[in-house]
Nanobody, 128 residues
Framework: QVQLVESGGGLVQAGGSLRLSCAAS????????MGWFRQAPGKERELVAI????????DYADSLKGRFTISRDNAKNTVYLQMNSLTPDDPAVYCC?????????????????????WGQGTQVPVSS
């Protein structure tokens, strides 16, 4: 059973930075694509960033490119999200997700519905 646990959330000032971590259980983490998604109150869940199983491929929401960076450490079963220059548009619950099937044969998707395991999420409020 896959378990994902996010950490690193918390209040940050506009313009500041924050690094989120997602620790995963499971012996085959290095075969999973991983993603960060976020959901603000009253809004739908949206893509933040995804990263392929080897770390060699990444993709971002267009509006976040250049400010957010996703990375992973397969030796530590952990994926990270570095968030810089946070704005009042960024507050949300940030969730880590895993796609555990078919990744090594080329599966790639930005859609939340294609990810089969989810963490509980971590709050990121931004003060102006």
């Amino acid at each position: 059973q896959v378990q994902l646990v996010e950490s690193g959330g918390g209040l940050v000032q506009a313009g500041g930075s924050l690094r989120l971590s997602c620790a995963a259980s499971g012996r085959t983490f290095s075969s999973w694509n991983m993603g960060w998604f976020r959901q603000a109150p009253g809004k739908e869940r949206e893509l933040v960033a995804i990263i392929g199983w080897s770390g060699g491929s990444t993709d971002y929401a267009d509006s976040l490119k250049g400010r957010f960076t996703i990375s992973r450490d397969n030796a530590k079963n952990t994926v990270y999200l570095q968030m810089n220059s946070l704005t009042p548009d960024d507050p949300a619950v940030y969730c880590c997700a895993a796609r555990t099937l078919d990744c090594r044969i080329g599966f790639w998707s930005r859609a939340p519905r294609e990810y089969d395991s989810w963490g509980q999420g971590t709050q990121v409020p931004v003060s102006s």
